[in-house]
Structure formats: C-alpha cells, structure tokens
C-alpha cells in the first residue's frame, strides 16, 4: 500500500454494528457539544449563539458521526476456527448493500487480508489466526473511501477461537461533488488561490485515492469531494489564509466558501507557512533520548490564553525528522500548547511555551495500558461492541480529549495503551444501552495495567416525524437528526443520529434520560437546532420537527435559539471568546473574556459542559440568569460572579 493510501483519514459513516462514533477528533478542551454547522463555511462569518469554542487543539483524524443500528450479535460457532465477523457494506444515505466494496484487515502480528462484498454488499471475514485485527481500508467504487492512517484504525476487532460475531454494518459516503469558492476580504472572488484537503498529519491528504490539491479559477472556484469533517485550506500570496470544514450543511448544500484575511506581515514563505517572525525548534525522543522520526508535532495557541488566540487558529504542524528534529515557523509572538503524537506510545506536551525556543524537548514514554470489560447490567452477559473515549481532566469542567475507539470482541473486552500520568474520565457508549463513565487515575510509576469495568443500562428512545414547516405538513424524508452532545467527550463527542423515511419518522435508540439538543437538516431547507429535548424510557409522544424550504438561490441557514456567545471551557468556568451581534448577551452587556460560573443558581461544573449549554438554550425570548465573573480579552478574569439576567433570541447562522 502506497503512502499516501496509509496517510488518509476517516471518509466514511462508519457503522459497525455500534451506532457510535466516526468521532469528531477535532480538539482537546471541552467542546463536548458539537457547534452546529454553518450552512457555508465562511471565515468571517458570525459564529452560531451559545455553541462551544473550537479552542487549541490536536487537528482532526478522523471524523464523521454514524447513524444508530442494531447491535452486532456474538454467538458459537465451532465452524469459526480462529473467529468469524460478518456483516455489510451499505450506502450511507439509501441503505443499500454495495456490490464489490473491499475491505482489508490488518494483524496486529503483521500482514493483512481483502475481501470484497457480494451482490447485497454482505462480506464474511475468516481470520488466520486468533487476535486482534484493525479495519485498515474500505473502498467502493464511486464512494469516498475509509482509509485512516495505517495501523491507526479507530476500529478493533478480537478474533476468538469457535466465536461468530453478525451484523456489522459499515456504510460508506456517496462521492458527491462540491464547489468551493475563495473569496477576499471584501468579498471578490480570488483567482489563483491554492486549495489544499487536510487532515491532522503535515500535508497529508485527508483522502485517497482522491485529488487533494485544486487552484481556483477566475470566478474564484474549485470543485472537488471529501467527507464531513474534512479541512479545505486555500493560500495567496496577497491574503492570510483560510480553513473551513465540511459541515452537514455543507455536505447538504454542496457548497462552501473560504474567506481570505487581510495581510499585515511579510509573506509567506512559500506559501506554506503562516505570517510571523518567531519560530519554535526541538527534538522529539522515547525514554531512553533515542530520537523518534516522523512524530506529529502540533503547536496551538496556549488553551490558558483563552480567549486570546496567536497566529492561525487551526494551529501549526511538522513531523520530526530522522534525527526527531521539528521547526515550526511563521508563528506570531504569544504563548502556545505543543504535543507530539506517534502510535503506541503516550503523547507529550509543553504547555505555556513563549514563542521563540528552540531548545524544546519532548519525551514521548510507553506509558500505561488501560484495560476492562463491559457488560449488560441487567444479565451480565458481556456486550460484543462497544465504544471507548478517554478524556484527562485539566480542571474542574476542562477536559482534554485523549482519544476514542471502537471494540468488537465477544467477550467485551478491551484495551488501550499509552495512557501518560494523570486523572481521566473513561466513557463507554454501545447501541440501545445508555452511555456511562467513570474516573481513573494513572499514578505515577505505574507498572501494571488500570483497570475500569463497565456495566451498561437500557437507555431511553427518542422518536419523531420531520415535517414540512407549512400548511401542507408533508413529511420529508432523508431528513438527518443528530443528537448533540450526549455525552461530555470533548472534541470525540459520541453522536447519535437518524435519517427518516418515507414518511418523515426517525427513531434514536440508547439515550440517556437527560436533556439533550437536537440538529436537524434536509437538502434544500434551512436547518434547525433544537433544544432541551427530553429522551424518556417508554412511550413517548413524538417529537413533530418542522423545516422551512429554502428558496430559489437562498443558501441554507441554521436556526438556533440562544444567548449569541461562543462558549468554551476554562477551569471553573465557561469563558466569552466572542459576543454575536444582535443576541441576548450583547444585549445584557457581556463581553469577550467574561466567564459563566453559574446558570440560574447552577454551577456550571455540577452541570457539565454539555449540560450547561443545554441550560443556556431555551424557548425564545425566555430569559436565564447568568452568574458572570468580569474579564477581558486574554483575561478570563478572578472573583466572585454578578448574577446577569440575558434574554434568549432566535438567531440565524
């Protein structure tokens, strides 16, 4: 497999059986609750009301949510002589098996098998051997492929000896064309920009075999196909450049637009770098100061300078080099946050990192293994496929996404390595069951794995119809329904999300009985975020959502009822990184820097991330009492809070 096949991330709605995460690895702090999309990915444009900050963070890797199913079933099978996995590869937007697909599957003791799809799309997959297996490559002819960085599948599967394990579905993504336009900062299309698609490793393709390098034309556009969750970047020489992401809005309206910044530096060199004088220079070694080629190295604006950000936003990237060498240049004076990342070995990090070293060190050990089980509360009967996220506490209501996988294994058993010292938060989340967590602690000189069992409860079901929002009530079908933030998982937020039928009806199974917020999107209507939805156990009447139809060359639009600030973790606190005009917090006053302690006499830290935003959300016009200790830009500020009552508008992005 050539390198650029093993360098791509995560093209796919990937199913497998567990109705969890391709998971959005987008970041490190608490932004457990995905923003809702921007109907264009414009640069400039007015962020949604009360979503999370995209704050410093390690670029995404993977991305793209999945659709609930059925849960893969484990069963006997003495046929099976090292194990058995069975399923379908399907259509991610009808359902329909796909013919010829290929799968490969990589031993974790070397080597790796193909196998394609029959007629229906049903594959069976024998193992050589008994072990462990990552779902390495999946491909089809006229879908965007999965093919995550090799020996770095998000996906693990343990082959058992007389072990059968049925129905596991993995849907691939329609390769749908989009047109990408660079704008300048005044709006006029840009001719001869450079567009690149990225993903988390340094000029890495976020796809392969697709075309990944575009130049846009005289009216300043570009077509190309990538999956949600991908990263486009377009340079000019004569602008700072510019990243957006291919949000479901996107996706719907097949559209997006990237607005370039005004230049105040020198150029860039190359094209390549961002505008700044400083640079930061180190090595990357294991424990014993042998030099580690070809780690990842990702520098971004400090998260305690929050809501200060220096240089690019999206942050910095290099990979050492054979002597584990890094530079990164072009950076802005300030302080930044830098990790080294390579597989089976726990990360490193430098934190608060004036611009400027270039003496940096960063030691990346083998760490500890985190291991458990997970079983059905009510038999004890272990569960075959399950998702794990791991997520170290930084503060009271901060968190750091670590990271999150997928396991198939008959036992329920899994396992992680590399956990570094510190206090996590393990969440476990499997279909029909709702998600649970619990505290572990890496101490330091641990020599022996860490141990943390889960056993999981039926969870509660959300059903409803998408309708038309006119006279005619007609149902709209295709409709997808996403559950935001179901569970406080940082950037790999677990998702749960439907597409109704033919008569406009989605159901959503594993839910835990709690407040959640619902997006809501259709091709060719505006969509919606719906908020403080209540999943209950039994019969509940269901949930009637209705669209409004976008009209001819009107771009879509998402509608979201909220105080007008983008929110993002910090220590005790959410913190103000910008105030939206027009919106109930600039109306009441607040200001970037100003940080949320409490919601109408709640903390914030008792609430969680997810659940706090779910508080701030409300009916429109509503008003929520704020607890705000006073801050500034770079300065979240100390001291008690001033309670702050702000009114709750209705907002387009």
């Known amino acids: 497999m050539n390198k650029r096949a093993q360098g791509g991330v995560l093209a796919v709605l990937l199913l497998v059986g567990i109705g969890v995460g391709l998971f959005l690895m987008r970041g490190r702090d608490t932004h457990s609750l995905p923003s809702p999309p921007a109907p264009t990915a414009q640069v400039a444009k007015p962020p949604a009301p009360a979503v999370p900050a995209p704050p410093p963070s390690v670029p995404s890797r993977h991305a793209a949510p999945l659709r609930l199913v059925p849960a893969a079933t484990s069963s006997e099978d003495m046929r099976a002589t090292h194990g058995a996995f069975e399923g379908r590869v399907v259509s991610a937007t009808t359902g329909e098996g796909i013919a010829g697909a290929e799968l490969t599957f990589s031993s974790d003791r070397g080597g790796a098998s193909s196998i394609r799809t029959g007629a229906d799309g049903r594959f069976r997959f024998l193992p050589g051997a008994p072990g462990t297996y990552q779902l390495a490559v999946v491909t089809a002819q006229g879908y965007l492929p999965f093919g995550p960085?090799?020996?770095?599948?998000?996906?693990?599967?343990?082959?058992?000896?007389?072990?059968?394990?049925?129905?596991?579905?993995l849907a691939l993504t329609p390769e749908v064309e989009l047109l990408g336009k660079v704008l300048s900062p005044d709006g006029q299309p840009v001719a001869g920009a450079r567009i690149r698609l990225l993903t988390g490793r340094a000029g890495e393709s976020v796809l392969f075999p697709t075309a990944d390098g575009f130049t846009s034309d005289s009216a300043g556009e570009f077509r190309f196909h990538a999956p949600e969750g991908a990263q486009v970047e377009a340079r000019h020489p004569e602008y700072t450049s510019a990243r957006a992401e291919v949000t479901p809005s996107v996706a719907l309206s097949r559209r997006m637009e990237l607005t370039l910044g005004r230049r105040t530096g020198a150029l860039e060199d190359g094209g390549t770098r961002a505008t700044g004088t400083e640079g930061l220079a180190g090595r990357v070694v294991d424990s014993r100061s042998a030099p580690l080629p070809g780690a990842l190295v990702s520098v971004r604006t400090a998260a305690r300078a929050y809501p200060a950000v220096f240089g690019d936003p999206m942050g910095y990237e290099a990979l050492t080099d054979g002597e584990g060498r890094f530079t990164v240049e072009g950076l802005e004076p300030g302080t930044y946050d830098i990790t080294a990342h390579q597989m089976g070995l726990a990360p490193a990090r430098l934190k608060d990192i004036a611009a400027g070293r270039k003496d940096l060190t960063l030691i990346l050990a083998e760490g500890t293994k985190l291991v458990g089980s997970v079983r059905d509360a009510a038999s004890g009967a272990p569960i075959s496929s399950f998702s794990v996220s791991v997520m170290l506490k930084v503060g009271p209501l901060q968190r750091e996404s670590f990271t999150q996988l997928s396991f198939i294994d008959a036992q329920g058993h899994y396992a992680l390595a590399g956990l570094p010292i510190g206090s996590y938060v393990v969440q476990v989340a499997a279909p029909g069951y709702a998600p649970a967590e619990a505290p572990v602690e890496v101490p330091d000189g641990a020599s022996s794995p860490v141990r943390a069992d889960f056993a999981l409860s039926r969870g509660a079901r959300l059903t409803g119809r998408v309708v038309e929002a006119d006279d005619?009530?007609?149902?709209?079908?295709?409709?997808?329904?996403?559950?935001?933030?179901?569970?406080?998982?940082?950037?790999?937020?677990?998702?749960?999300?439907?597409?109704?039928?033919?008569k406009g009806d989605f159901a959503i199974d594993g839910l835990p009985p709690q407040e959640v917020s619902l997006y809501v999107a259709a091709e060719g209507h505006h969509s919606r975020v719906l908020s403080n939805?209540?999943?209950?156990?039994?019969?509940?009447?269901?949930?009637?959502?209705?669209?409004?139809?976008?009209?001819?060359?009107?771009?879509?639009?998402?509608?979201?009822?909220g105080i007008g600030a983008v929110l993002a973790a910090r220590d005790d606190a959410l913190v103000l990184g910008q105030v939206v005009e027009g919106g109930g917090a600039a109306e009441a006053?607040?200001?970037?820097?100003?940080?949320?302690?409490?919601?109408?006499?709640?903390?914030?830290?008792?609430?969680?991330?997810?659940?706090?935003?779910?508080?701030?959300?409300?009916?429109?016009n509503s008003r929520v009492v704020l607890s705000i200790r006073r801050g500034q830009a770079g300065d979240a500020g100390t001291g008690p809070g001033v309670d702050v009552p702000v009114t709750r508008r209705r907002l387009q992005q």
Do not use: C, M, Y
């Open 472 to 502: 005619s009530q007609r149902p709209i079908a295709q409709a997808r329904v996403s559950v935001e933030g179901t569970l406080d998982t940082g950037a790999l937020s677990v998702r749960f999300d439907a597409l109704s039928d033919t």
């Open 533 to 561: 939805v209540r999943a209950r156990p039994g019969t509940v009447e269901p949930l009637v959502i209705a669209l409004r139809k976008t009209k001819p060359g009107e771009e879509p639009q998402v509608e979201l009822v």
């Open 589 to 620: 006053g607040l200001a970037v820097g100003d940080s949320i302690l409490r919601i109408d006499g709640v903390s914030v830290v008792e609430l969680g991330f997810a659940g706090s935003i779910n508080r701030i959300r409300g009916p429109e």
């Open 149 to 169: 960085e090799w020996g770095e599948s998000p996906i693990r599967l343990t082959a058992t000896e007389g072990h059968r394990i049925s129905d596991l579905v």
